[in-house]
C-alpha cells in the first residue's frame, strides 16, 4: 500500500523521491492506519523495496486487498498516479469503493466519467478479472487493465513474430480496426504496444512492437496506428516463412499415416507439400478457433470440395459444418465463421481449385482487406 492515514486522519501518499531519512523520521514520530479498516500499519522502509504501507499477517483487510505486493506493482501505481496527476487529472490512489468492496490501484475522474486503473502484475483469472469488471461497470466505471511487461521477456521494437501467454491474450483490446495490447514497464518508464496482432498458432502472433516513454503518454491513451500495406506485406513474408518452417518438419511428425487429413489431402490434390500455393495458408479472422495451422484446415478444404464435387459457392453454412464434422474439427460459430472468411477471400480472388494461378500483390491486398475488416471479440 501507498496510502494510510496518520492518527489526525491526514492521508499520507508515499513517493519513492522522498528520502529515506525523512521517512525514517516520519515513522518514529506518526502512527498510520488503514483507510479501510482502520487498523494500525507497519510503514516498512527497505533497501530493496521502495517505502510502503503493510498490514500485520493476521489483518482481516486482505479479503479485499492483496497484500505481499512487488517492488514492480508499487513502482507502476506510484508512476502511474504520477502520470495522471501530471496530466491534470483528478486521481485517486488505492481508493476503497464501499459499494463494491474493491479497491483499484487508481480512480480516475476525466470528462465527467470515471475510470478504475488495474495495473495488474500477477496473475489474475478471466472469470475473477470479468468479475470485477462487472462491479466497476454497475457503479458506472469504466475498468481499464494495464499488464505489466513480463519481467523474463523483452520485446525488441518492429515487426516480428511474438509469444503471448494466455495470461496476456485475455487484456487484448480492439480499436482503430485492429487488436492490441499495451503493456507498461515500470523499469523502463514506458508503455510497450503489442499493436496489429495477427495470430499464428498457439501463443504467437505476428507483432508490430512499439515502445512510448510515460512522458509522451497522452489520456486518453494513445491508440497505434493501423499498419500499411507495405508493413502488411512483412507480416504475410514471416507468416508464410514461419508456415514454410512447420511443413519441412511436418511429415516427419506424422503418426497418422494415410489417416493423416493433411498429408492424404496433399496428396490426392497432387501438390507438393514444399510448393504449396500461397492461398492455401493464409491468415483469416477466427483461426485461432481451430487448433490446426491454417495449411492444414485449408489444405483439407480444398480435398473436401475435391470429393464432394462442390464449387465454393455451395459452401452455405450447412455445407461448412458438414466440413468441419468431416474434418474432425469443432463445430462452433467461432470455426464456422473462420471457415466461412476463408471462402470469401478465395471468391474474391475468384479461386476455384488449388492449382489455379494468383498473383501474390492481389493476394496480398485481399488479406490487407480482410485484417482491416476484423470483427473483433475482445
Request: aromatic residues 14%; glycine residues 2%; positive net charge.
Amino acid at each position: 500500500m501507498l496510502v494510510a492515514l496518520t492518527d489526525r486522519h491526514e492521508q499520507v501518499i508515499l513517493n519513492s523521491s522522498i528520502p529515506k531519512t525523512a521517512l525514517k523520521q516520519l515513522r518514529q514520530t506518526t502512527k498510520f492506519y488503514c483507510p479501510q479498516c482502520k487498523q494500525q500499519l507497519q510503514f516498512k522502509i527497505g533497501t530493496f523495496k521502495i517505502p510502503h504501507f503493510a498490514h500485520n499477517s493476521n489483518s482481516l483487510c486482505d479479503k479485499y486487498f492483496s497484500e505481499r505486493e512487488t517492488e514492480r506493482h508499487l513502482l507502476g501505481k506510484e508512476q502511474l498516479y504520477q502520470f495522471f496527476h501530471s496530466q491534470h487529472i483528478d486521481v485517486q490512489l488505492e481508493p476503497y469503493l464501499q459499494n463494491l468492496k474493491q479497491r483499484p490501484d487508481l480512480l480516475i475522474k476525466e470528462g465527467g466519467h470515471r475510470f478504475a486503473v488495474e495495473f495488474q502484475c500477477s496473475p489474475i483469472s478471466l472469470e475473477k478479472k470479468e468479475q470485477r469488471n462487472t462491479g466497476y461497470e454497475r457503479d458506472f466505471i469504466s475498468p481499464i487493465w494495464i499488464p505489466a511487461q513480463p519481467v523474463n521477456k523483452e520485446f525488441q521494437e518492429g515487426i516480428m513474430k511474438i509469444s503471448l501467454p494466455k495470461q496476456l491474450q485475455q487484456f487484448i483490446l480492439s480499436s482503430n480496426q485492429q487488436q492490441y495490447i499495451m503493456l507498461y514497464d515500470p523499469t523502463m518508464r514506458q508503455f510497450i504496444y503489442l499493436s496489429n496482432l495477427m495470430f499464428l498458432r498457439g501463443n504467437y502472433f505476428i507483432s508490430k512492437v512499439q515502445a512510448l516513454p510515460i512522458t509522451n503518454q497522452k489520456f486518453p491513451f494513445y491508440l497505434p496506428k493501423v499498419i500499411t500495406r507495405k508493413e502488411f506485406s512483412q507480416y504475410v513474408w514471416l507468416y508464410h516463412a514461419y508456415t514454410h518452417n512447420y511443413l519441412k518438419s511436418r511429415v516427419l511428425l506424422s503418426r497418422k499415416g494415410v489417416n493423416d487429413l493433411f498429408l492424404r489431402s496433399i496428396y490426392e490434390l497432387r501438390l507438393n507439400i514444399q510448393t504449396l500455393p500461397k492461398f492455401i495458408g493464409v491468415p483469416v479472422q477466427e483461426s485461432d478457433a481451430i487448433s490446426l495451422y491454417t495449411v492444414e484446415w485449408q489444405a483439407a478444404l480444398f480435398y473436401f470440395l475435391h470429393i464432394q464435387q462442390l464449387q465454393l459457392s455451395n459452401m452455405n453454412n450447412q455445407a461448412i459444418n458438414y466440413f468441419l464434422k468431416w474434418a474432425s474439427l469443432p463445430e462452433t460459430k467461432r470455426t464456422v465463421c473462420a471457415v466461412k472468411n476463408y471462402c470469401c477471400i478465395l471468391q474474391s480472388l475468384s479461386i476455384n481449385h488449388p492449382h489455379q494461378p494468383c498473383l501474390e500483390m492481389e493476394l496480398t491486398n485481399q488479406l490487407y482487406s480482410h485484417f482491416l475488416a476484423i470483427n473483433y471479440k475482445y
